[in-house]
Structure formats: C-alpha cells, structure tokens
C-alpha cells in the first residue's frame, strides 16, 4: 500500500509570496498523482492531475511538478483566497495535508 | 452546470444503518466512474468507495468492507451509499465525486452531507 507524505503540515506565508509544498510517495506512482484545495467548511477543489496538468478553471498560478516518488505543487504569488489545505492523492491514498496560512 | 448533491446524512447510534444518495447533473453521469470520499472532524481526506459506470466493479476501504455497499442508479443520474453497522469511528462527512480518467482522480465534488454516529 502506497503512503504518501506532505511537508511541511503547515506554511505560514503572506500575500505575493511563493509556496512550495511537498508530496512524497512510499514508492514510485509514476505521474499519476493530484492535488487538491480545500477552504474551511467546502469541498476539496481539484488543482493539479497527472502531476503538472491545471484542471479546468484554475489559475496559472498553480502549478505541480514532479515523477516517480516527489512531487511539489507550487503557488507563484499567493492571493488572499488561496490560505488553504493542499492534499496531495495517488488513486485511493490522500495525503495528510499542508495548510497554508497567514 | 455540473452538479453533484449530497443527501441523507445523520444522527444514528452505533450499530444504526443510513443510506446516503448523491444526484447528479450537468454531464452524463452513466459515463463516469463515482466515488465516496469522508472526512472526519477536523482530519484529512480518506477514499471510502468507488463505482464503475455500469454499477458492476466496486471497490472499498478495508475499514468498511462488508459493511458499506455502493451503488448507482444511471436512468436516475443517482449514487448511493448504504451504510451498515456503523461504528462512531465512521462519523464523517461524507462527500460524493465524479472520477476522471482511471486513477480515482476527483474532478467533480458535492458539498457533503454530515454523518454522525453515536449514542
């Protein structure tokens, strides 16, 4: 069984800064991994599939890169709306999260 | 516009059963592979089910094998979740979402609907 594991679990930034966050997989998944915002009290949104592909409707400044055991998603400049938790998933294993705050 | 709607959450005791549904909208729901996904309070994502398009391949946690059935509806864009003997540790909420591609991947969520187990 694949884990996966997030760092750091939480990223205080502000505003206009860049954020790396981490995704690393117990054993290589290929490129077959996702990534996943969720605000408080809502539904986790799909960012990234297949490693670096933006999902319909998200920001450019959202991107994902990665293969075989590490990935990172990164946030170029960070907008207000955009303090979160990010999961990471490899078909039925999510990670355990980074929440980005202020 | 593309829409998922979770229903049937609740308070039930332990041992209790519950069957949530999820309606779908906005895309041809006989096409897609379906899953349920639950968060517990104040803790992370964990995968519970899935569905193939034609209802025939299902797949689960192991922490809910034999207790939770999945199910679908195509002529009425419906998903289910029967839940059987539940325990406090399956409190939740518990979302429903569309599948793309072959790995699982989320790329429609519902809103969720609460499941609370206890006495």
């Known amino acids: 069984e694949i884990v996966l594991t997030q760092s750091p679990a939480t990223l205080s930034l502000s505003p206009g800064e860049r954020a790396t966050l981490s995704c690393r997989a117990s054993q290589s998944v290929g490129s077959y991994l996702a990534w996943y915002q969720q605000k408080p009290g809502q539904a986790p949104r799909l960012l990234i599939y297949d490693a670096s592909n933006r999902a319909t409707g998200i920001p450019a400044r959202f991107s994902g890169s990665g293969s075989g055991a590490d990935f990172t998603l990164t946030i170029s400049t960070l907008e207000p709306e955009d303090f979160a938790v990010y999961y990471c998933?490899?078909?039925?294993?999510f990670g355990p999260g980074t929440k980005v705050d202020i | 516009e593309v829409q998922l709607a979770e229903s049937g959450g609740g308070l039930v005791q332990p041992g209790g059963s519950l069957r949530l549904s999820c309606a779908a909208s906005g895309f041809t729901f006989s096409n897609y592979w379906m899953s349920w996904v639950r968060q517990a309070p104040g803790k992370g994502l964990e995968w519970v089910a899935n569905v193939r398009h034609d209802g025939v391949a299902r797949h689960y946690v192991d922490s809910v094998e034999g207790r939770f059935t999945i199910s679908r509806d195509n002529a009425k864009n419906s998903l289910y979740l029967q839940m059987n003997s539940l325990r406090v540790e399956d409190t939740a909420v518990y979302y429903c979402?569309?599948?793309?591609?072959?790995?699982?991947?989320?790329?429609?969520w519902g809103k969720g609907t609460t499941v609370t187990v206890s006495s």
């Open positions: 998933q490899h078909r039925r294993t």
């Open positions: 979402a569309r599948v793309q591609g072959e790995y699982d991947v989320g790329d429609v």
